[in-house]
């Protein structure tokens, strides 16, 4: 910060409409006649070159043709995909890509201020430390949200291992606890405020923020969440692979008690699937959805629903039909029968206040037996992070991570963090229910047979199991589908499980 401002280094983006992107670089699969047509040719150029098709030919053109052949033909082994070996995470600093800006060159202090629960946030950490590489500025560690709906006073460093944070990321931006005293006593004014606008592009950082930062000295970007695209360069991408996969560490008394309570579940069992069970009375309040609970049900969810101003009207059976509800969790646990998980499976359940209680969990508890939750297993190991949404989101986390089949009747901010960081991860079984097309078959369930049901249920869950050629939304989120993170394994190192 000694320097003068035009002595500074200036942000340099290469982006645009010309740089790659995940959605730009996506291809679809070949078709029959390509397949065939490519074959041709290959053999057309070794006859007359002399060049002779290696394996490595083939399994370039027939990559993706198999895994969607797989996907339409072959039974699904509900545990694990035989695929996931082919590809493997990969988000490490290609060789031009800028280091970290020293502190006394950068461009100012950029502070962060968060919103939302505990991965709302986690993603604003992650695109928070993008827009500090941007902006050639110094990032000050995120302050986290102390004020939305969950009242949870926990700071960073309650949460994330800070100092692995800081120095993880170290080659990449220049992270500080604090602005320094020294600095704060000769800065004129007070950091200056302002909000950007939700998936800003990178230029919008460049043209508005900057020059307000090299002139204040100071900026914090309030409600820090969703602020930055999602198509950005390979390079942006991948360092927002390298901050939510491997610098954004829980701290050793989270981690601890979460790998505690894996492998308890992993002694009774060496397989356990973790539902993400989003059904506390806000969610289905917002959600706009009718659960047939009668006058008692839309009185409680309508009074609930005034606290956001600008929610529009909606009918409960439009958003139904169009796959806006979250399923219940009878729901889910027909989804998970029908699909092929046995009565014997051992179930552990995230969620917080279930509407409806007991009551409404009994159906689940039915089709599933062996069934816990992280108070049933930690017992009184839970009481010091009782008063603490954000870590009981974080425990909660580690055993969906960890478990080898993770399910969610959401599409909400842990469903998608997870989701990418399985795909990561080695593409760990993860089940997204098709909540419009099982709308249909719950209500038409007591007119067909169980055996009829689960085939239907397989059917429309095809694609939505976390296979490597999974459907994607037609606007995906990067955080749920890092496709600039994952690569493809040389033919030689594949190894396929039958």
Same mark, same amino acid.
């Given at each position: 910060m000694g320097r003068k401002p035009d002595a500074v280094a200036k942000p340099h983006y290469s982006g645009g409409p010309g740089a790659s992107s995940p959605r730009a670089a996506r291809k679809a699969p070949p078709s029959p006649v390509f397949l065939g047509a490519a074959l041709f040719v290959l053999g057309f150029v070794s006859l007359f070159t002399g060049h002779v098709v290696t394996d490595a030919d083939w399994s370039r053109i027939r990559s993706r043709w198999r895994s969607k052949q797989v996907r339409i033909?072959?039974?699904?082994?509900?545990?694990?995909?035989?695929?996931? @070996?082919?590809?493997?995470?990969?988000?490490?600093?290609?060789?031009?890509?800028?280091?970290?800006?020293? *502190?006394? @060159?950068?461009?100012?202090?950029?502070?962060?201020?968060t919103s939302?629960?505990?991965?709302?946030?986690?993603?604003?950490?992650?695109?928070?430390?993008?827009?500090?590489?941007?902006?050639?500025?110094?990032?000050?560690?995120?302050?986290?949200?102390?004020? @939305?709906?969950?009242?949870?006073?926990?700071?960073?460093?309650?949460?994330?291992?800070?100092d692995w944070f800081i120095s993880y990321l170290s080659k990449d931006v220049t992270i500080v606890k604090r602005i320094p005293y020294e600095v704060m006593l000769s800065m004129d004014k007070l950091p200056w405020t302002m909000r950007a606008p939700r998936k800003s592009m990178p230029e919008f950082y460049i043209d508005e923020v900057l020059p307000i930062l090299m002139r204040r000295r100071a900026l914090q970007l309030t409600k820090f969440d969703y602020r930055l695209t999602s198509e950005l360069d390979e390079d942006l991408q991948k360092l927002r692979c390298r901050v939510n996969f491997h610098a954004l560490r829980f701290t050793n008394s989270i981690h601890t &008690?979460?790998?505690?309570?894996?492998? !308890?579940?992993?002694?009774?069992?060496?397989?356990?699937?973790?539902?993400?069970?989003r059904f506390e009375p806000d969610m289905l309040a917002f959600s706009g959805c009718y659960?047939?609970?009668?006058?008692?049900?839309? !009185? *409680?969810?309508?009074?609930?629903?005034?606290?956001?101003?600008?929610?529009? *009207?909606?009918?409960? *059976?439009?958003?139904?039909?169009?796959?806006?509800?979250?399923?219940?969790?009878?729901?889910?646990?027909?989804?998970?029968?029908?699909?092929?998980?046995?009565?014997?499976?051992?179930?552990?359940?995230?969620?917080? #206040?279930?509407?409806?209680?007991? #009551?409404?969990?009994?159906?689940?508890?039915?089709?599933?037996?062996?069934?816990?939750?992280? #108070?049933? &297993?930690?017992?009184?190991?839970?009481?010091?992070?009782?008063p603490f949404s954000s870590r009981l989101a974080a425990i909660d986390f580690i055993v969906c991570d960890e478990s080898d089949v993770f399910v969610t009747n959401n599409n909400g901010n842990m469903a998608k963090v997870l989701a990418g960081r399985r795909r990561y991860m080695g593409h760990k079984r993860t089940i997204r229910p098709n909540a419009k097309k099982l709308n249909v078959l719950f209500q038409r369930r007591k007119h067909m047979g169980w055996d009829m049901f689960s085939r239907k249920v397989q059917k429309v869950q095809r694609g939505l199991m976390g296979e490597p050629d999974d459907i994607r939304p037609k606007q995906d989120d990067f955080h749920e589908f890092p496709s600039s993170c994952i690569c493809l394994r040389k033919p030689g190192n594949i190894s396929v499980t039958t």
């Open positions: 033909y072959e039974p699904i082994d509900i545990w694990k995909s035989a695929y996931s @070996s082919i590809y493997y995470g990969c988000s490490g600093r290609s060789a031009d890509f800028r280091s970290a800006v020293p *502190e006394n @060159s950068s461009t100012g202090y950029l502070l962060i201020a939302g629960g505990l991965n709302q946030q986690r993603i604003g950490i992650t695109d928070a430390v993008v827009v500090a590489w941007i902006l050639n500025a110094t990032l000050v560690v995120p302050e986290l949200d102390h004020h @939305s709906f969950w009242k949870d006073e926990s700071d960073f460093s309650d949460i994330f291992d800070v &008690l979460g790998q505690k309570l894996v492998q !308890k579940l992993r002694l009774m069992s060496p397989r356990y699937v973790a539902v993400h069970l659960y047939g609970g009668g006058e008692k049900e839309r !009185k *409680e969810l309508g009074e609930i629903r005034k606290r956001w101003d600008t929610l529009p *009207e909606l009918s409960a *059976e439009d958003e139904r039909s169009r796959g806006k509800c979250p399923l219940t969790p009878h729901e889910v646990g027909l989804m998970l029968r029908a699909l092929g998980f046995g009565n014997d499976t051992n179930l552990y359940v995230a969620s917080g #206040e279930i509407y409806g209680g007991e #009551e409404t969990l009994q159906p689940l508890r039915e089709l599933f037996p062996n069934f816990y939750t992280k #108070e049933m &297993l930690a017992g009184d190991d839970l009481k010091p992070f009782l």
